[in-house]
């Protein structure tokens, strides 16, 4: 079986980019960094390399050049246009002005090919695009058309890629589905029908978790029916993120099928590239998490080439499959994917470091822990208590900085009134159990308390200033019992200690 993947792409004098080199991975490539970094214009640049007419839709030089390296039935080749191939006509009139090869710079015994010799030459490579704007819209049918054959496809996908990166296209998930329905019984479309298994099955790895999504058929009135929570609904009737990822997965299954010869059309074997701008386009953040296993349950063997706004996304990412695009002072990358994953990242970490987010320091949480802490440092005990009741109004219940801000408050005011306080807590600063030893009122010189916090403590121990007999009394139980009983050990105050 033979992978044919994009393995970089260069570019010189494209858009904004003085020079431009990014490696890719034969599976997943998430490109991620600041709005306007140059994401989108990475994925414009390959459009580009693979035909001859749109260069209308980004600005060149007299010294631009570009081209990709790939592998293309276990051949090394490098396509594109090399230096002096494009005519300088002013703002959006660009145009091709000879077919100069790309550069053989770095090219180590590969194919050097020019643009427009892909068709010529027969050659499948014609990336899938898919832009940030996707076309859900309700499409009236139309009837089964003939079908075109593969070279005339394939060369259809590469001069509609840079609109289709631009203005958006998808295929129409309805019609889709309804020409499957009249085919798939006729023994010719044996991989059509197996495809259609094959996608339909897994429908629900591609949803968010408990949807229990699933197609159902298609009756008489053309309607394809769908399942979802356990109830039906039609086609039209599904969510915003439902269609969206519907119309990627049969646009991809459908560009397999028409760009393949019969034989090599199976979604589960085929390859290619498929290049998706913002892959997270109206995807709840759940759905971000998932849709990276689940396109790849559905199409193991292709490449995908997309951008994303998306910490979930990126955090869904395996190693060697985030490449972080950092504004660079001279418009000059060189660019490949991180070695490492980012799924023990909070979002907050990967919107400010991976995806370069100013301003995150001036959200409410960040400048009321910054306050909290002051306070602490003040050991001004009111002001922390007001703080962290402010802090607690913004935050989820079982905020880890709370519980450390309220630990450090409750040791504070131990200390404050007090002769001893100790507060013992684990690693993630979870409370085990609290030491304190109280002025006593009357008689009794000192009291030392030390109690469950939550109920997290596996014992607790009580020592109270006794009336009578006792001087201190011991109780050392599973935290849920204490409540109920005590049992009472005298112990010398001296003697008294806690241990976690
Ligand atoms: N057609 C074009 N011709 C020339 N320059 C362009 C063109 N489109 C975008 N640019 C410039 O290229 C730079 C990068 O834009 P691009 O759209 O690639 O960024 P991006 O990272 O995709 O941003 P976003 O996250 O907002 O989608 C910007 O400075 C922009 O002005
Ligand atoms: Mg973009």
Not at 170 to 177: E, F, L
Not at 352 to 367: E, F, P, Q, S
Request: glycine share 6%; charged share 30%.
């Amino acid at each position: 079986m033979s992978g044919n993947y994009i393995e970089r792409v260069y570019a010189k004098e494209v858009r904004a980019f003085k020079e431009i080199s990014v490696e890719f991975s034969k599976g997943f490539n998430f490109i991620a960094g600041e709005n306007g970094v140059g994401k989108t214009s990475i994925l414009a640049i390959i459009s580009h390399c693979t035909n001859i007419r749109s260069f209308t839709e980004s600005k060149f030089t007299e010294n631009s050049e570009l081209h990709f390296d790939a592998i293309h039935n276990n051949e090394r080749i490098r396509c594109g246009h090399g230096e002096g191939s494009i005519k300088i006509g002013g703002y959006r009139e660009d145009t091709l002005r000879l077919h100069n090869t790309p550069s053989d710079k770095g090219a180590e015994n590969r194919r050097l090919l020019h643009a427009y010799e892909l068709e010529s030459k027969k050659i499948n490579l014609s990336p899938l695009f898919i832009g940030a704007v996707r076309s859900i819209s309700y499409l009236g049918l139309e009837g089964i058309k003939k079908e075109n054959n593969k070279v005339h496809c394939q060369n259809q996908y590469r001069q509609a890629s840079t609109m289709s990166l631009i203005n958006g296209s998808g295929t129409s998930v309805k019609q889709w589905i309804i020409n499957r329905y009249f085919i798939i019984d006729k023994g010719w479309a044996w991989e059509e029908k197996n495809n259609f298994e094959h996608f339909t099955s897994r429908l629900a790895k591609l949803a968010p978790f408990d949807s229990d999504f699933k197609y159902v058929d298609t009756g008489r009135d053309m309607e394809p029916v769908f399942e979802l929570h356990g109830k039906k609904c039609y086609l039209e009737q599904l969510s915003s993120g439902f269609q969206s990822v519907l119309t990627i997965v049969t646009s991809i299954i459908e560009w397999i099928e028409k760009c393949n010869d019969e034989g090599s059309r199976d979604i589960r074997t085929a390859s290619g590239t498929v290049i998706i701008d913002e892959l997270d386009a109206h995807l709840h953040p759940e759905w971000q998490l998932r849709i990276r296993d689940g396109l790849e349950v559905i199409f193991p063997n292709v490449q995908f080439i997309v951008t994303t706004h998306s910490p979930h996304l990126i955090a869904s990412a395996k190693e060697n499959e985030v490449i972080v695009m950092r504004k660079s002072d001279d418009d000059t990358y060189d660019l490949k994917a991180e070695s490492k994953s980012y799924s023990g990242w909070t979002t907050d970490q990967i919107l400010k470091d991976v995806m370069g987010v100013k301003g995150l320091d001036n959200k409410l949480y960040a400048v009321l822990i910054d306050d909290a802490f002051d306070k602490l440092a003040d050991k001004d005990i009111r002001a922390l208590e007001e703080s962290i009741v402010n802090l607690e109004k913004v935050t989820h219940p079982d905020d880890t900085i709370c519980m450390v801000l309220r630990t450090k408050l409750a040791g504070l005011k131990a200390v404050s009134d007090e002769d001893i306080a100790t507060v013992m807590m684990d690693t993630r600063g979870v409370v085990k159990s609290s030491l304190a030893a109280r002025p006593t009122r009357g008689r009794v010189k000192s009291s030392l308390v030390a109690r469950p916090t939550r109920g997290r403590a596996k014992s607790s121990l009580v020592a109270r200033p006794t009336r009578g007999r006792a001087r201190f009394d011991l109780t050392d139980k599973p935290a849920k019992e204490i409540e109920d009983e005590t049992t009472e050990v005298t112990k010398p105050f001296d003697d008294l200690k806690v241990t976690d």
